[in-house]
């Protein structure tokens, strides 16, 4: 996909005036531990950041070069967590949310309209559309996906140095096969989303 279609989008917003346009993504939703992770990007216009992409899309040295691209030419972006204890207590839509208000409060300057990843509208007080698949149709969506991304996989790698036995370092808390059978062998650590377990330990 090349770069121009990553702003077509955008495009169509700053045709109807708005100018300051901020993506909003996540990563982290589905894991069995850990935080959800949100990022808020104001991309200048137009700007060509070459492999910008779906953090998916991407390999994780790839996802690192682009991550202190996209801090320098923003115009303003925001990263925030809702922690495991959130996500067990409102749900994981209700704490995405949290993140994503969280990351948008960071901003240094208010945007004129936010484009949200995927299909789930929030009243964020702005101007809101939602975009399914959005980290790889838009630019400012895709500059999100990277940095959520990055930043949670750093808090994952973190917490493996204090829980070793659950390879967080490897599959940053999603579940793998290795990550159940450590469950199984260890129980939880303090990071699990125990509303995540009910049913595996459940089984039991």
């Known amino acids: 996909m090349s770069e121009k279609n990553m702003w077509q989008i955008e495009e169509t917003l700053f045709g109807q005036g708005f100018r300051l346009i901020?993506?909003?993504?996540?990563?982290?939703?589905?894991?069995?531990?850990?935080?959800?992770?949100?990022?808020?990007?104001?991309?200048?216009?137009?700007?060509?950041?070459?492999?910008?992409?779906d953090s998916?899309?991407?390999?994780d040295k790839r996802r690192r070069e682009l991550m202190?691209?996209?801090?320098?030419?923003?115009?303003?972006?925001?990263?925030a967590f809702a922690s495991h204890t959130e996500i067990d207590q409102i749900n994981i839509l209700q704490a995405t949310?949290?993140?994503?208000?969280?990351?948008?409060?960071?901003?240094?300057?208010?945007?004129?309209?936010?484009?949200i990843d995927g299909n789930r509208e929030k009243d964020f007080g702005l101007p809101v559309k939602t975009v399914v698949k959005g980290d790889s149709l838009s630019a400012n969506i895709a500059a999100a996906s990277i940095l959520a991304k990055v930043t949670r996989d750093d808090f994952m790698e973190e917490k493996a140095k204090e829980y070793p036995q659950y390879g967080f370092e490897i599959h940053k808390?999603?579940?793998t096969k290795?990550?159940?059978?450590?469950?199984?062998?260890?129980?939880?650590?303090?990071?699990?989303?125990?509303?995540?377990?009910k049913k595996f330990y459940g089984d039991k």
């Open 173 to 175: 808390g999603y579940g």
């Open 178 to 197: 290795a990550h159940y059978a450590a469950l199984t062998d260890y129980g939880p650590c303090p990071i699990h989303r125990m509303t995540f377990l």
């Open 97 to 115: 949310f949290f993140a994503m208000e969280r990351a948008l409060a960071q901003l240094s300057v208010q945007p004129d309209f936010v484009l």
């Open 22 to 53: 901020c993506g909003v993504d996540e990563a982290g939703r589905g894991p069995l531990a850990g935080p959800v992770c949100a990022a808020a990007v104001i991309l200048p216009p137009h700007l060509e950041i070459p492999g910008l992409d």
């Open 68 to 79: 202190p691209i996209i801090q320098e030419k923003a115009v303003a972006y925001g990263i």
């Open 56 to 59: 998916k899309k991407l390999t």
